[in-house]
């Protein structure tokens, strides 16, 4: 029989993890069953693409949860907030690059955050394609694959290596932001989804600007990042919580971090 835990039993974030790893596992056999098939898209009311991956994913990962916390709260990208609440809640992204699963592109992700009475206690960013699980959380160093990482500690802006997500969207929005960023740094790179942030964690790149996200996108992400030795708030330096608008900033060091603030400030 299942065994079941209730809201009166606070989770650690190594337990967070332990569960994200095995249901990361699990649902990215799903999603790679979808993948690179002959599989339909529909749009939402927002334009943003949905396909049976993700509603299966969604509901494969949301029926795991409640299996073994019916208590707890369940945010789903698809689904909205179901069940206990925000108390304890779940936030779950079933395909994080949805653009980037229809086109074949390997590169999109899966993402878990928990998170108790609004504080993030854990994250997972699991790469289907790559075969990469990402986690961190509270106390809990930042892993690849169980395989600590941390950020490269970068400080000087104008030696970066940068990630631009969205950049289409911050062009638009943006466009004299996007003209500073596209001068910042040493090495600049379009990017998308949680991938770039990822990298960061890892000390591949420097920092990430990103933009138009929700709690999905951003939450496991942060918290992955934040146990790597990173910073991830929103553009004015704020910390992010479930009510966070979605223009966002990742950055190797306090340094770089509050440089990159300035800049997209100014």
């Known amino acids: 029989m299942t065994q079941n835990s209730s809201l009166s039993e606070p989770l650690s974030a190594e337990t ?10 699990m649902s990215a056999a799903t999603a790679l069953g979808y993948f690179r098939q002959d599989t339909a898209v529909d749009f939402k009311a927002d334009l943003s693409p949905v396909t049976l991956a993700d509603q299966t994913v969604e509901r494969e990962l949301k029926a795991a949860i409640a299996a073994k916390y019916p208590d707890h ?16 809640l779940w936030v779950i992204d079933p395909i994080d690059g949805t653009r ?3 086109s074949g592109h390997p590169l999109f992700g899966m993402l878990i955050a928990f998170l108790s009475k609004g504080r993030l206690q854990a994250g997972a960013i699991s790469m289907p394609a790559l075969n990469e699980v ?3 959380g509270l106390g809990v160093p930042a892993t690849c694959n169980g395989t600590p990482i ?6 000087d802006l104008h030696a970066a290596v940068l ?14 932001t996007t003209a500073r960023l596209l001068r910042a740094g040493q090495t600049r790179r379009f990017g998308y989804d949680c991938y770039p942030h990822a990298l960061l964690a890892a000390g591949h790149v420097d920092a990430v600007i990103d933009y138009d996200l929700k709690p999905y996108d951003f939450l496991a992400v942060s918290a992955v990042v934040e146990a790597a ?4 708030t929103d553009w004015q330096g704020k910390a992010l919580t479930l009510d966070s608008g979605g223009a966002v900033v990742s950055a190797a060091s306090p340094e770089l971090h509050a440089a990159l603030v300035d800049l997209l400030n100014s």
């Open 229 to 232: 030795g990173g910073i991830m």
């Open 16 to 25: 967070v993890l332990r569960d994200c790893a095995a249901w990361t596992e």
């Open 100 to 102: 980037s699963f229809i």
């Open 134 to 136: 990402y986690c961190g």
């Open 163 to 176: 990630y631009i997500n969205e950049g289409e969207k911050l062009l638009a929005d943006h466009p004299r």
């Open 150 to 155: 941390q950020v490269s500690g970068q400080r």
């Open 73 to 88: 709260g369940i945010f789903g990208e698809e689904t909205g907030i179901e069940g206990g609440g925000k108390e304890n």
